[in-house]
């Protein structure tokens, strides 16, 4: 599951405020963090994320996502199609 830009933003901006507010808590997170690094998610974590409360949202985000490439998409063939035409 990825996360939009402004999520990143918010998140790394958690980050920098635990690392200045608690710098011991922030190196033990680096330290597990190192430690799992090549660690997948558990399987049960898949089938949790797959059925959450949540996952209604992540499909109307998906649905709207979508709904905005074929948007744009028909958009620009149509811009595309006048600028051919208006050039011939």
Known sequence: ???FAY???HLDRIEGDLRAEEPG?????DLFTRLVRKE???PAEDQFLADGP???VALARDR???KIAITATLLLT???AV???SFT
């Open 1 to 3: 599951m990825g996360l």
């Open 7 to 9: 999520e990143r933003r």
């Open 25 to 29: 808590l922030a190196s033990r997170f």
């Open 40 to 42: 997948g998610k558990p």
């Open 54 to 56: 949540w996952r209604g």
């Open 64 to 66: 709207a996502r979508r």
């Open 78 to 80: 149509a811009l595309l």
């Open 83 to 85: 600028a051919i035409l």
